[in-house]
């Protein structure tokens, strides 16, 4: 129901109610018929569910599987391990994805407690959550607007609706009809529920309640939308599935092939085929990528960034658009005067200063006073002028009104009197003396000022006998002083930021309540790239999706848009393939915030719900802390991919050496415990330092990553099954060289662990060569060969240790042998680098070669 285009009369009919309210016999009857001004909640899952979703991932449940075969044949210490690793990885799931959920309680906190209401025309207070439709509200300054109400009996109520429109400016209530179409912003005829009365009183009926309030539709797109999976955690999802592919073909694979040819028992093959499973998963895995994701938590949370779910650090290096509000992300959220045009400055100033409300003494800091920002923002300027001035006694007063548009003040002037006026430009032109051309370049300069988006008011002042009254009728022949332009102002760190963003392949896209004027304007200062277009919310609203999925492509200011477009915006963008950031404060971006790939929230003038919904929140409510944190998230998925790169390889490995045992029937060269150790332990200290390689030179001169772009390209693939094969190869047959299953044992295990040490350093760098000044810049990397080191020396050398693990001691032959082998495969990848860079640079050269001559 448009209850805005409806007279107050119709309205009355529709509610079933009078000026004077409700009977409670009626209310008694809406009440069972509407149910509870309250919003219903969704029921939320239990904490033992969210649980057990974790250990519900495919490889996950592959090694449950292993555990509980190994329990059933007896082998009870290597069930336990398995177990283990299970349980350590679920819990490591639960919390690396646990996520705040109370932007309902947020909102509820909003519709305030208590509200008073007419009873037969006598006014009595009831709970909030009591109200009905037809109820008539009182409300006055300082109230919570309790529910969505159809104004009619008003008296200089100012609403401040930054919660629903996100704009600082209060609006100005009137109880007219309004019969053209007009978003929530714009319907000055309605108080919407959660919403604060800045000034003056009214009267006014329930409409809706609950879930049908402006509010209550934003709570129930919040939970209508779902949580967007990560990039990475779908390309998780993707790379776990190829894993098991692997796994199982492999398996199917060698039980007919070695079962037909060598007849083996099938309680060995059984064995055989839980430590391939073993060995290919990468179990350690999942507590090295939550360990790098952490530690770029702590990283952003230095730069005033705070990431509330782990993989969102990743998302932001993927982000190809950054939505943002306006009013206090892109702009200070404080009104401004930019330009003044006056051949009169001191006349100016001295009519701003006392044609106000706001101060009442000279005593006063404007940082300290509160209330309608226009005159904030000119008591501001007075305040920063050259030339203070002092308060004048004031004897009478017209308070503005937008049905006459301007306001005056009364003041003594020695033997006369002096009227200050400030208001709309084309009133107060109407009212002073001066020619036509003179009219006619006033307006001119006023023109100008509102094309820069500006809102103009107009200064005027006249003298008058001491005695005489202020009244509307002696507001003739002033004396026109000036013109000031007011606006929100883009922060400095913004544009900056915006800049950053683009260079680094980033749209920047503005979506306001603002009018249109006004946010093309900031769009234009601020730096956006498509801006002779604005799209507003009425445009939205005619379009299919299709339509507006092409048109959010060329568009980069959207304008008078309400929660719902916001959200329409989000969604056409994401159709088209775009990972998209939102940035906002109010409770109206709440649903684009937790519909967005990653939500960004404001921590300092952000609304509770808008930091609830959102992914990361802003400490500092610098725009700009996002383009550091994008960086932070490009070198975070770097430092992921080339852990990964680095863990497959050893995992491979150690799969193709149990694959290379029962092909040539030999005994497993590996026992589970052995094979755990090198996933669980040796490779996550070793895995560990990668996290902590700094960024790369142009990691904010390059285009985001494609959303659809593996974690595995073709090369990753190449090297991981080629460093696999110079891992398993030369390390296997220098193991059986010698004598005794647990030498051999110990061999392949201490070759398999130093081949893993200086792979690790290759992987500091996928293409340019690894051994570069960088290397001693990054600690952590001799921090963690110095702790596998002694560790390893420990599994070896220690009684303890060798009977739990099943290894023996080695002699220094045997080491200087295996360590000859592990620099050989550091060697060969170097040079497999070099080779594959010249060979990409020709690739490359030729491509553009190709396109010229087209």
């Known amino acids: 129901m448009k209850w805005y285009q409806l007279s107050v009369k ?25 149910g509870y001004n309250k919003m219903n909640e969704r029921e939320q899952l239990k904490t033992w569910q969210k649980v057990v979703k974790h250990f519900t991932d495919l490889l996950m449940l592959v090694l449950l599987a292993a555990a509980i075969l190994k329990f059933v044949t007896g082998e009870y210490v290597e069930g336990s391990i398995i177990l283990l690793v299970v349980i350590v990885n679920g819990f490591v799931g639960y919390w690396q994805e646990r996520k705040a959920e109370e932007s309902l309680d947020g909102l509820k906190q909003m519709m305030g407690q208590d509200a008073v209401i007419l009873v037969e025309g006598m006014k009595q207070t009831v709970s909030v959550e009591e109200l009905v439709k037809g109820d008539v509200v009182s409300l006055k300054a300082g109230d919570v607007v309790p529910a969505d109400l159809r104004l009619f009996d008003v008296h200089e109520l100012l609403v401040e609706e930054a919660i629903l429109t996100g704009e600082s400016e209060p609006v100005e209530k009137h109880s007219q009809l309004i019969q053209k179409e007009a978003p929530a912003g714009d319907q000055k005829n309605m108080a919407f529920s959660g919403t604060l009365v800045q000034a003056g009183s009214a009267l006014g009926i329930v409409v809706e309640t609950g879930d049908t309030t402006e509010i209550g539709k934003i709570n129930q797109a919040l939970q209508s939308v779902q949580s967007q ?62 360990m790098i994701l952490s530690m770029g938590v702590k990283e952003m949370a230095d730069e005033q960034a705070i990431i509330k779910s782990m993989p969102s650090v990743e998302t932001l290096g993927a982000m190809t658009v950054i939505c943002s509000d306006k009013t206090g992300t892109l702009t200070k959220n404080e009104m401004t005067v930019m330009d003044v045009i006056t051949p009169n400055q001191m006349r100016v100033t001295e009519i701003m200063n006392n044609c106000q409300e706001l101060k009442l003494s000279d005593d006063q800091l404007v940082s300290e006073l509160k209330g309608n920002p226009t005159e904030l923002a000119l008591l501001h300027y007075v305040e920063k002028s050259e030339k203070s001035q002092s308060l004048r006694l004031v004897t009478s007063k017209i308070p503005f009104s937008s049905s006459y548009k301007y306001m005056a003040t009364l003041h003594p002037e020695g033997d006369e009197a002096v009227i200050f006026v400030k208001g709309a430009p084309e009133v107060l032109l109407g009212k002073s003396a001066m020619t036509e051309k003179e009219r006619n370049e006033w307006e001119k300069e006023a023109s100008k000022l509102a094309k820069k988006g ?22 003739t022949e002033l004396t026109f002083s000036g013109l000031a332009g007011i606006i929100d102002p883009p922060k400095k760190s913004a544009i900056q930021a915006i800049k950053e963003s683009q260079a680094a392949g980033i749209v920047v896209k503005m979506i306001t309540g603002d009018h249109k004027d006004t946010a093309q304007a900031i769009g234009r200062e601020i730096g956006l790239k498509h801006t002779n277009t604005v799209l507003e919310g009425i445009d939205i609203d005619r379009m299919g999706e299709e339509e507006l999925a092409k048109m959010v492509q060329t ?9 719902e477009h916001k959200l329409r915006i989000i969604t056409a963008l994401q159709a088209n393939g775009e990972v998209v950031g939102m940035t906002g404060d109010g409770v109206n971006d709440a649903p684009a915030l937790k519909k967005a790939d990653i939500g960004i929230a404001m921590g300092i003038k952000g609304s509770e719900v808008s930091k609830q919904a959102a992914d990361m929140v802003l400490a500092d409510d610098n725009f700009h802390t996002i383009a550091k944190a994008v960086k932070e998230g490009r070198r975070i998925f770097d430092n992921l991919k080339k852990t990964i790169n680095f863990f497959l390889p050893t995992s491979l490995a150690q799969g193709l050496v149990v694959v290379f045992a029962l092909l040539l029937n030999q005994p497993l060269p590996l026992t589970p415990i052995q094979i755990l150790w090198v996933n669980m332990v040796s490779t996550i200290t070793l895995s560990y330092a990668l996290g902590f390689e700094k960024a790369s030179k142009d990691t904010m001169n390059r285009p985001p990553r494609s959303a659809d772009e593996g974690i595995l390209s073709g090369y990753s693939m190449f090297r991981i099954i080629y460093v696999s094969l110079l891992i398993m190869i030369p390390g296997y047959l220098l193991a059986m060289q010698f004598t005794g299953e647990s030498v051999q044992q110990t061999i392949l295990l201490q070759n398999i662990v130093l081949a893993q040490a200086v792979y690790m350093i290759n992987c500091r760098e996928l293409t340019e060569p690894s051994l570069n000044k960088g290397l001693f810049k990054n600690k952590a990397l001799f921090i963690s060969l110095g702790i596998l080191a002694v560790i390893q020396a420990g599994v070896i050398y220690l009684p303890i240790v060798q009977q739990w693990v099943g290894t023996t001691g080695l002699t220094g032959q045997q080491h200087l042998v295996i360590l000859a082998n592990v620099l050989l495969l550091f060697l060969i990848v170097e040079g497999e680098k070099a080779i594959s860079k010249r060979l990409s640079a020709r690739q490359t050269q030729r491509s553009k070669e190709q396109r010229d001559c087209l």
């Not at 309205?11 to 509407?34: F, N, S, Y």
């Open 10 to 34: 119709d309205v009355m009919k529709q509610t079933d109610t009078t000026t004077t309210g409700l009977t409670p016999a009626v209310r008694v009857k809406h009440l069972e018929t509407d």
């Open 229 to 290: 999976t990560t990039p990475l955690v779908r390309k998780m999802h993707q790379l776990n599935k190829q894993i098991f592919r692997g796994i199982i073909g492999l398996i199917v694979f060698l039980l007919f092939f070695t079962a037909f040819r060598y007849g083996m028992d099938w309680q060995f093959m059984f064995s055989a085929m839980i430590a391939l499973i073993v060995a290919m998963i990468p179990e350690g895995l999942p507590a090295v990528l939550t």
């Open 454 to 475: 500006q809102r103009v008011l107009g200064f005027a002042y006249k003298l008058i006998a001491k005695n005489q009254e202020l009244t509307h009728e002696c507001l």
């Open 555 to 563: 568009v980069d200011v959207f304008a008078r848009t309400t929660p």
